[in-house]
């Protein structure tokens, strides 16, 4: 079959199916929410993963009030799957709303937002205005809404109204479909509104479920798995189908079956291997090997491989997570390292305070698709082997370590550091160096438990700047012990560096001299340096770093 282009950015699946742009078929994600029990289910994916696409999907399929959709789904597998699935066609009202644009710095802006999300889905109904079965005082209200008069208390009971309304009118239950549901609570808590923005949430939310007998089946979607007690306390029959459910595994992303047949529609199986290592790897429930759709959109558009996942405002929440979080950073080194870490992993994510629960922290990364599962490590205590998906994720990553320093450096010039370093102009590299260090850490808060750590990931942080002519290693063993840093040279010749930090003892290290002296001494007597001889490497730098409290010093061994 013939197709006219790839529709990049469309999410409207009728314009996308009229326009006959290619399409990787999902219509069996519609059997596996007629099939599924749960009135009310919310579905978590990563952002560009289709989510958009697939409730449009929904919409057209369900809505009474759509008249053309049997031809808009006409040759796609829903359509072989019998009577059971196909009389549900055009069979229900639906109410389709999307909080994807409730992306804002206020609370005010917030519920101009939701007053604007609320009106388009008031205006698919207007006919609303016309019929014998609503009364004349609800017709005002309705007007209201469709003015933009309406208050903020009657946002609040909006979508349980228009229920009421469409379940008079057709005398059937209703169908609502809710895009994007947390957009505005990400927002709310980087903007710093976030209390306010729950208790509004709360009262919309339990307005909306909460003895509503006009609902048949809900569908949310979104990025993150938020706490029912949050926002949900008023919906029976709630359940949720994360990245760790089978449930609708294969409905989002394209997998690796998929992937064949996009490949070789597009005639690009000489590449096949470098969009595997750029854009494959996610895992959802039991199926592996889901790849990035708008990725892989992007590049069978231009043909480059490159990061498409670019970083947005929606990555705000998960910057600040790790800038906040000292154990974060220092398990970061070995993620970009390609190793598999043993995390913790709640997905239930409680937003407010985020950056100090671990557990959440890597469930909402890998709910957003920074993370995969590698392993089940302990189902009952959530315990699991997480490592980066793909080679674009990890760029992506290093990006954000860059940016977060990037900020704090003199004159926002990183690589200026690190160019003195490798040519050991060391003078200006101490002096630029101690400088950083004064600027992050009156900016962080380190406390004394978690200082050793800290320093240990702010270090390895900055060094991801050498990525592209260094090899940086940490904690591995040579000679008699394990070396802190180990920094070489992709060429030879070039300088190699062995580097030792401390964080001073105040029972044994008065001063921060001490503190050089004990890390020298380490350097010398553990030969760290004789793993970089044996191997060719002959121009090494060994260095201490000291820190005492925030002061620090740098001293060649």
């Known amino acids: 079959m013939e197709w006219n282009g790839i529709g990049i950015g469309t999410s409207d699946f009728r314009k996308l199916r009229t326009l006959n742009y290619y399409y990787i078929d999902k219509s069996m994600y519609i059997k596996d929410i007629i099939d599924n029990a749960s009135e009310v289910a919310l579905i978590t994916r990563p952002r560009r993963f289709g989510k958009t696409l697939n409730m449009s999907m929904l919409r057209y399929f369900f809505d009474?009030?759509?008249?053309?959709?049997?031809?808009?789904?006409?040759g796609l597998k829903i359509m072989e799957q019998g009577e059971k699935y196909t009389s549900k066609l055009g069979a229900y009202p639906c109410i389709y709303m999307t909080l994807k644009d409730v992306n804002v710095p206020s609370y005010e802006r917030m519920i101009t937002g939701f007053k604007s999300a609320v009106l388009d889905a008031y205006r698919e109904h207007m006919y609303l205005l016309d019929s014998d079965k609503i009364y004349q005082f609800e017709k005002d209200r309705i007007n209201d809404i469709l003015y933009i008069r309406e208050d903020e208390d009657a946002v609040v009971k909006s979508i349980k109204e228009l229920s009421g309304y469409l379940y008079r009118h057709h005398n059937k239950p209703v169908m609502l479909f809710i895009d994007e549901y947390d957009v505005p609570i990400q927002a709310a808590y980087v903007e710093g509104y976030y209390e306010q923005a729950i208790k509004f949430l709360k009262n919309f939310y339990a307005t909306t479920f909460k003895d509503n007998p006009y609902l048949g089946k809900t569908v949310l979607t979104g990025v993150s798995r938020v706490a029912k007690e949050s926002i949900f306390s008023g919906a029976n029959n709630f359940k949720v189908f994360t990245m760790l459910d089978n449930e609708f595994a294969d409905d989002f992303g394209i997998t690796s079956e998929e992937i064949d047949k996009v490949i070789e529609d597009f005639n690009v199986e000489d590449n096949k291997e470098k969009i595997k290592k750029w854009y494959d790897g996610y895992r959802i429930g039991n199926v592996e090997g889901i790849y990035n759709p708008w990725s892989i959109l992007n590049y069978l558009t231009d043909k480059q491989l490159k990061p498409y996942w670019v970083n947005t405002s929606s990555n705000d929440l998960i910057k600040m997570t790790i800038k906040k979080s000292t154990t974060v950073k220092e398990k970061m080194e070995r993620l970009l390292k390609g190793e598999a870490i043993e995390v913790p992993i709640d997905l239930e994510t409680i937003i407010n305070g985020i950056e100090e629960n671990e557990n959440n922290i890597w469930g909402l990364m890998l709910g957003t698709g920074y993370l995969k599962v590698d392993e089940i490590v302990d189902l009952a205590r959530g315990i699991y082997k997480v490592k980066l998906p793909n080679y674009e994720i990890k760029l992506l990553f290093e990006n954000i370590v860059e940016e977060w320093f990037a900020n704090k450096v003199i004159g926002n010039d990183l690589n200026s550091i690190l160019k003195d370093l490798v040519e050991l102009k060391l003078d200006e590299f101490e002096i630029k160096f101690r400088k950083l260090v004064e600027e992050m850490f009156s900016y962080m808060d380190v406390g004394e438990n978690t200082a050793e750590n800290f320093y240990h990931a702010?270090?390895?942080?900055?060094?991801?700047?050498?990525?592209d002519s260094y090899y940086v290693n940490s904690n591995r063993e040579s000679g008699m012990g394990r070396y802190d840093i180990m920094?070489?040279?992709?060429?030879?010749?070039?300088?190699?560096?062995?580097?030792?930090?401390?964080?001073?003892?105040?029972?044994?290290?008065?001063?921060?001299?001490?503190?050089?002296?004990?890390?020298k001494k380490q350097i010398e007597e553990k030969d760290y340096e004789s793993n970089l001889r044996e191997r060719g490497f002959n121009n090494i730098t060994k260095m201490v770093f000291a820190f005492k409290g925030k002061e620090c010093k740098m001293q060649i061994v």
């Open 64 to 74: 009474c009030d759509i008249k053309d959709s049997r031809e808009i789904f006409d």
């Open 458 to 467: 702010f270090v390895l942080g900055m060094l991801v700047g050498l990525k």
């Open 487 to 519: 920094l070489e040279p992709q060429d030879k010749t070039k300088n190699s560096f062995i580097i030792e930090f401390k964080v001073a003892n105040n029972m044994k290290e008065s001063t921060i001299e001490d503190v050089i002296e004990n890390a």
